[in-house]
């Protein structure tokens, strides 16, 4: 999820600019856009390819190819790792970047866009032996005490409405209470709001995300980017999962992340290139963690799928179909969605 969309920013771009024009002489105005316009039209589609990130990427050694009749033949035994859900922050952001307010579920339910509460996690995996992994990276530490130095700063901040969001958790005062340093952070997508929490953990600690996360092209990368690599800093390359096609097709690929059968990488593209579930076995059965294939409890349960803030709709309801279709064979699964949590069974 990018908590706001082109149109939603340019409106704040245009705001701004109309905001200085008024301030300036009537006369002078046109010799003053005139060249930024000028510019700005030239390279619009330099701006259009813009990366969603410049940090360095190379292949993870981590994750065996594996396929989704390996995974299932497992999926309903007990496995031995341990899951807690860290609320990072709250938050709010429009429902059309969440949903698809088009579909023909979301019409005949009346759906209309308006500020929809998210919340921002990071999810703790113990193994017993590869030690703690975290599910994306929650919120950081500055966001709760100083947002002048936090990676989301600045105009970017103000267009996603930042003064909105309510730290709860922050992963670095998790950290420092558990006395933990994490053996690997696993992101569901690239995102801004996925690596909020990022820079509260340590430079070491490698980062694993689907194929193509970083080469996403688009002009709002030329405002998110910054942020992005900016969470990132100075650690090393992003390790790129190497999915290959599951046999059945019943996902786009399909990895056992440690070659023992106990947390699995799911290939679910659609709302980002690479965007990747995960599966954690469970004394208590299976969790899985969709990432933004689904932002809320409505788009589950209802089967609808993301909406604005998604690259390719159509490859992201495929993925969500995919996802509930795991489900549905398998109903002990429990599910830990993108931005909401669903009502306890
Ligand atoms: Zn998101």
Redesign the pocket.
């Given at each position: 999820?990018i908590p706001f969309n082109i149109r939603q920013f340019s409106c704040v771009f245009v705001g701004l600019t109309f905001s200085r024009m008024n301030s300036a002489k009537p006369t002078k105005l046109w010799k003053k856009l005139a060249i930024p316009a000028a510019l700005l039209a030239l390279s619009a589609g330099l701006l259009s390819r813009w990366p969603a990130s410049r940090h360095a990427t190379e292949a993870a050694r981590l994750g065996q190819t594996s396929s989704s009749e390996r995974l299932e033949a497992v999926i309903d035994q007990p496995g031995p790792l341990s899951v807690e859900t860290l609320v990072g922050a709250d938050w709010q952001v429009p429902r059309s970047g969440l949903i698809n307010l088009k579909s023909t579920r979301a019409q005949a339910a009346g759906m209309k866009d308006g500020p929809e509460p998210i919340q921002i996690y990071a999810y703790a995996i113990r193994h017993p032996t590869q030690g703690l992994f975290l599910v994306d990276t929650g919120a950081e530490r500055a966001l709760s005490n100083d947002r002048d130095h936090a990676a989301l700063r600045g105009i970017l901040a103000r267009a996603a409405h930042l003064d909105l969001l309510e730290v709860r958790t922050t992963t670095g005062a998790w950290l420092t209470a558990h006395d933990l340093v994490p053996s690997g952070v696993l992101l569901t997508h690239l995102?801004l709001?996925?690596v909020l929490g990022m820079p509260d953990i340590p430079g070491s600690v490698p980062v694993y995300a689907g194929p193509g996360e970083s080469d996403e092209r688009g002009l709002m990368n030329v405002f998110t980017q910054p942020v992005i690599d900016r969470a990132l800093g100075e650690r090393g390359p992003i390790r790129q999962w190497q999915f290959q096609p599951d046999p059945s097709g019943r996902f786009a690929g399909v990895l056992d992340v440690f070659g023992d059968g106990t947390l699995w990488a799911l290939y679910v593209p659609g709302h980002t290139a690479g965007s990747t579930a995960y599966l954690a076995r469970t004394p208590k059965g299976p969790v899985l963690f969709t990432g933004?294939a689904c932002?809320t409890a409505w788009g589950w349960e209802h089967g609808v799928e993301p909406g604005t803030f998604s690259d390719d709709q159509p490859m992201s309801a495929k993925s969500l179909r995919q996802l509930r279709d795991l489900v549905a064979r398998h109903p002990s699964i429990d599910v830990r969605l993108?931005?909401q949590a669903l009502a306890q069974r």
């Open positions: 999820m995102h709001d996925h933004d932002h993108g931005h």
